[in-house]
């Protein structure tokens, strides 16, 4: 057996090489720099968790607030019941007695010369509870559509139940149009003003618009009526065929009654890219919840070529800076130009080419121009040069307005004052008076169209000689079939005409002269 060394004994040093520092030297680096890397992780851990610590304690505070609110406002609606319920107690009391001495009054109407026969006559219809005269009177005066919109407003306080009243009121063309044969006046104008104007009159007078006085019969019903306008998309045409008018009614009821369903955002989408080009849609899509689908609603109308109406989305919902105006614009406007050009080129369009590309132009230019005052975008993009091309094809359009130069060859009365013939005679559809030396050749025709015998006849001239670049001498210039002379080169034989009466006798000429 071996002898097992004595750990007291002084035993020879190995000598270390070379190759095994190198080793320990490389796990050495090895170890500092995994630690550096555990040492980075742990501390971007800690920072993680630091600012989702801070986010989370801001979001807590944000509820915080936020319930806070919630229940202020839930406890001052609830005090300001007792209040609401006392005003609209005195004001039903009050709307009883006007509507008692409204009844008695013989000539409640009035005039309507101004606006307070007008308010006068509103009133009357609001305070009878009659919705059909009220509706009548409202969509007989569309002229007046702006002293309306001031006093329907004030006409609905009286009534005993506005949002019936109105719902009543519009029933006869909204959700759908029962007017049968007389359904040609469109009247969207009518229900929007009136849907509009009924807002203020259902506002809760201490708390405002956070609580609107519209009982759940109500809006239940206005939920039906809502139904009904959507299942009739289908007879209409579908969304991509409904009308922009329609559109606006549906909006603005489910606004006014407060029943937007968040689960038909889709729907809503698709009607305001449809109706887009519409001046209210903008705030429309804002109050129906499609804030947050702007971005994307407004890159769909730049890619149907919409430039214009993605303008006014961009401003209503602020994203200027993402969607800069005036790009936008200048590509509206060479996509106008585009499209004038192809009418111009298109071989089915010769009847309207014209006209329809400059109007077309013209229209683009004055839109591109309103929207640069109403925008304040003067100093970006200056109207200037827009004015001068609008002027030049205003000018152009005037030119070819002008009549035309009445041609030389047309019948003139003679220098010696002589009678004039008669407005049609000699006339034929195929008669052309030509400019230029006539072919030496003469073609007979075969037949001649007969003439009426009640034409007078008229002594024939003397036989001229042709060949000479002087007409003949006549008191009378006629079409070339009706006078015996012309005024052309032929060369040849001297020919004789019949008397100009001739015509009327059933005698037809010898040979007709072709014009070509």
């Known amino acids: 057996m071996g002898s097992v060394p004595n750990p007291g004994e002084l035993t020879e040093l190995t000598q270390p090489s070379f190759d095994e ?34 986010a989370l304690k801001r979001k807590i505070e944000a509820l915080d607030s936020e319930t806070k609110t919630s229940l202020d406002s839930l406890k001052k609606r609830e005090l300001s019941i007792d209040d609401s319920v006392k005003i609209a107690v005195n004001r039903v009391e009050l709307l009883k007695k006007d509507a008692l001495k409204t009844l008695n009054d013989d000539n409640p109407d009035g005039e309507v010369d101004n ?28 002229k007046d559509i702006e002293l309306l919109r001031e006093k329907i407003p004030e006409a609905l306080s009286e009534c005993i139940d506005p949002a019936k009243f109105v719902m009543e009121a519009i029933s006869e063309v909204f959700p759908v149009d029962k007017r049968g044969n007389e359904r040609g006046n469109d009247l969207g104008w009518a229900c929007v003003l009136v849907l509009e104007s009924l807002i203020p009159a259902v506002v809760d007078p201490v708390i405002g618009k956070s609580r609107m006085l519209i009982t759940r019969s109500v809006k239940e019903k206005a939920k039906e009526i809502a139904e009904t306008w959507k299942r009739s998309l289908e007879e209409r045409g579908g969304i991509d065929n409904v009308k922009t008018p329609d559109v606006h009614t549906f909006f603005q009821h489910l606004i006014t009654f407060g029943i937007v369903n968040e689960e038909e955002l889709d729907l809503y989408r698709k009607l305001v890219i449809g109706s887009a080009w519409r001046k209210q849609m903008p705030k429309l899509a804002v109050s129906l919840g499609l804030g947050d689908k702007m971005p994307d609603m407004i890159e769909e109308l730049i890619s149907k070529g919409q430039q214009l109406d993605a303008v006014h989305f961009t401003y209503e919902v602020g994203l200027v800076d993402r969607f800069p105006p005036v790009p936008l614009l200048k590509a509206f406007l060479k996509d106008a130009k585009k499209a004038a050009s192809s009418i111009l080129e298109d071989p089915n369009n010769a009847g309207r080419a014209a006209q329809l590309p400059a109007r077309k132009e013209q229209s683009a230019l004055r839109a591109v121009m309103k929207c640069i005052e109403e925008y304040k975008l003067e100093a970006e993009l200056p109207p200037e040069n827009l004015k001068k091309r609008l002027e030049q094809l205003e000018k152009t359009k005037t030119e070819k307005r002008k009549p035309a130069a009445v041609p030389a060859n047309k019948r003139t009365r003679a220098s010696n004052g002589g009678p004039m013939p008669p407005a049609k005679a000699g006339r034929s559809t195929n008669a052309y008076v030509s400019s230029f030396a006539a072919p030496p050749s003469i073609v007979r025709s075969p037949s001649h169209p007969q003439y009426p015998a009640a034409v007078p006849a008229y002594p024939s001239p003397p036989p001229a000689m042709y060949g000479t670049q002087t007409p003949p001498t006549c008191p009378y210039m006629y079409s070339p079939e009706a006078a015996p002379q012309l005024a052309g080169s032929y060369p040849g034989a001297p020919m004789n005409y019949p008397a100009y009466g001739g015509y009327g006798n059933g005698i037809a000429p010898a040979y007709q002269q072709a014009y070509y």
């Open 21 to 54: 520092f190198q080793h320990q030297t490389s796990l050495m680096t090895g170890c500092t720099l995994m630690w550096k890397e555990l040492s980075d992780h742990i501390s971007s851990l800690e920072a993680n968790l630091m600012r989702q610590s801070e």
């Open 115 to 142: 606006g307070d026969g007008l308010l006068q006559i509103l009133k009357s219809t609001c305070l009878r509870m009659e919705p059909k005269e009220f509706w009548n009177f409202v969509s007989g005066r569309k």
